[in-house]
């Protein structure tokens, strides 16, 4: 079992790492575009059409594809007051808890984005200046999501799968 979570938290891995590249380089263009807004601003006195369609598009990759790598590498603010002070098995139980209502609450929010993905493609929508389809950006949360779902429940298997040693009834945990 523990090789098949190694190898499936891998192959996830490399899906985080691209993407997260990927919001990268959305962050660059919206830097390009925000600076050519400036300058042209400034020196010809013009605007480039439909700049605000263009960089709403590209803030929902920029959102949302790091969100994944960043649980992985547990770079998000946590709350680890109690999680720090309970013991080996304790701290097991408080993470299986966390990690458990995480992945139900972000697979309700799959479902959602999935259904409001569903509505921009069935009915359209669009942006007001360039009529850029809304559902890529629904697209990418969805499978933002996704993603971090799947995160999730690797995370909480491998939480589960880990072998707790069990303490001597007069052994003190040291940490």
Known sequence: MQRILDGLDR????????????????????????????????L?????????????????GVAAFGISYCQARN?????????????????RVLETLALSASAFIVGVLVVGTWRNFQRAWLYGGDTPELRIPIWYASSILTASLFLLFIRLILQLLQTVSHQVPERSAGEVETT
């Open 11 to 42: 192959v996830v891995g490399r899906l985080e790492i691209w993407l997260t590249w990927v919001a990268g380089l959305g962050t660059f263009v919206i830097m390009l575009i925000g600076c050519r807004e400036v300058f042209f601003r400034a």
């Open 44 to 60: 010809f006195n013009s605007s480039l059409y439909g700049h605000v369609d263009i960089i709403e598009q590209l803030m929902v």
């Open 75 to 91: 770079g998000h603010v946590r709350m680890t007051l109690l999680i720090d002070r309970a013991g080996r098995s304790g701290r």
